[in-house]
């Protein structure tokens, strides 16, 4: 120890004396020391949410870290759970065709009328209703016939070349990026557990540090002890409960205590809510099918469906498509026959029933927690980690200053109103 700071060290006269004066001081110093490694959480934490839009003169500003992040957030978590738990061929294999057409007989029939008034109609207007129901009874049963073969070609076709039908990777990113808020609830409500956790040892570490600087005051007195020590508060505080979320990774006793990453000890609830949240926002049935009818692949369904509804036109009707044909015309036949592909693939997404049944059968919620499940600890880790990663360090720094402030502020109300 320098000479300077053994000379500048009260007396053990002095400190009694100076204690027992202004005992308040001394007593509100771990007081206000937990204060501060609390709110430091605070602002840490909705630093991570807030303000959705970038705030700021110029440069100089803040967004928070989730929204800002959101590109990045939702391209690496859409990396990892494709790659190592959710991939489309995958949910597509769940899909049989018999079963769906069984299922969805009623909303099938339904569509089938509808498809088929407005292709006679347009050739024969009032055609459709003009036929005897035994005629509309019989393409009814045609169409229920040929359905489930339909349905197992053109999802054997898709999920052979899946990638170029189903963009997980864009309908994830541009949806997240669009809905900020939707990012923002999903990390909320995950890593809830782990958030207050963060508020806890703010106070719990605050206080310890609080005690040591009421023991460096009660030595020295000196002026830039109490931000120093906030400044400490904000740091350590903020670096430690950062630290813990993560690590360690395996569950480990120390001084016969257990100590485990606040975020692997959550595992099981997070992994829950992860999935709960992703399948309602991102992996519902109705953004899936949208993003088969209207993303880059449509074309190409559009084609596939167009083949099958020429097919089953060649099957029964023969030699008959012929002479159809040359009846009302060539383009207005193949037009009739884009009239079917265009309503099929209109009607889809606008029949409940289909999106109900395609939940069920998916269960994205259950596939998604049960391979998070077996997910390594390195992985799990990727999945929560990089939201964190890259600004951590202003998270911290930003706790420090906050605690140097609050210090500062500490030594006005000490010097000028408590007078120790």
């Known amino acids: 120890m320098s000479p300077d700071l053994v000379a500048g060290i009260q007396t053990w006269a002095e400190i009694h004396a100076d204690v027992s004066e202004h005992w308040y001081v001394y007593a509100s110093m771990p007081l206000i020391a937990a204060l501060i490694g609390y709110v430091t959480k605070l602002v840490a934490i909705e630093m ?5 839009r970038f705030v700021g ?38 899909v049989d065709g018999a079963d769906a057409v069984r299922q969805l007989k009623d909303p099938l029939g339904r569509a089938v009328d509808e498809v088929a008034r407005e292709v006679v109609d347009q050739t024969v207007p ?25 349905v197992d070609r053109l999802i054997a076709e898709v999920r052979a070349d899946v990638d170029q039908f189903v963009d997980l990777h864009y309908l994830t990113v541009t949806t997240l990026v669009r809905n900020k808020h939707r990012l923002n609830d999903m990390m909320r409500q995950t890593a809830g557990s782990s958030m207050l956790f963060l508020r806890r040892t703010g106070v719990v570490f605050g206080f310890g540090i609080g005690l040591v600087q009421t023991v460096a005051w009660a030595l020295w007195h000196n002026v830039w002890i109490m931000p120093a020590f906030g400044f400490v508060t904000g740091f350590v505080s ?29 595992r099981d609830q997070i992994t829950r809510d992860y999935a709960r949240i992703m399948a309602a926002d991102l992996f519902q049935p109705s953004a899936l099918l949208e ?33 159809i044909a040359l009846g009302i015309g060539t383009a207005r036949y193949e037009e009739a026959k884009q009239t079917v592909v265009r309503r099929v693939l209109t009607l889809l997404p606008e029949m409940p029933e289909v999106e109900d049944y395609a939940a069920a059968v998916l269960d994205v919620e259950n596939v998604l927690a049960d391979r998070m ?22 998270m911290i720094s930003v706790g420090a200053v ?19």
């Open 126 to 150: 009032g055609g459709w209703d003009a036929l005897p129901e035994p005629v509309r009874r019989a393409v009814r049963q045609r169409v229920e016939h040929e359905a489930p073969g339909i």
């Open 291 to 323: 993003s088969v009818l209207t993303g880059g692949g449509a074309d190409r369904l559009f084609a596939l469906v167009h083949r099958e509804v020429d097919g089953v036109l060649a099957r029964n009707l023969g030699p008959t498509r012929t002479l």
């Open 402 to 420: 906050l605690g140097f402030l609050v210090g500062e502020m500490q030594v006005e109300l000490v010097t000028h109103v408590g007078g120790a």
């Open 238 to 266: 903020d670096w430690i409960a950062l630290t813990l979320l993560f690590h360690p990774r395996e569950p480990r006793r120390v001084l016969g205590k257990r100590f485990h990453g606040v975020l692997h000890a959550s």
């Open 373 to 394: 499940s077996q997910l390594t600890t390195e992985q799990f880790e990727g999945i929560m980690r990089p939201i964190f990663k890259d600004d951590e360090w202003l």
């Open 48 to 52: 991570l949410y807030r303000p959705m």
């Open 57 to 94: 003169i110029g440069p100089f500003g803040w967004q928070g870290l989730v929204p800002r992040r959101a590109g990045k957030v939702a391209a690496v978590t859409i990396r990892l759970l494709t790659e190592n738990l959710l991939r489309a061929e995958d949910l597509l294999a769940r």
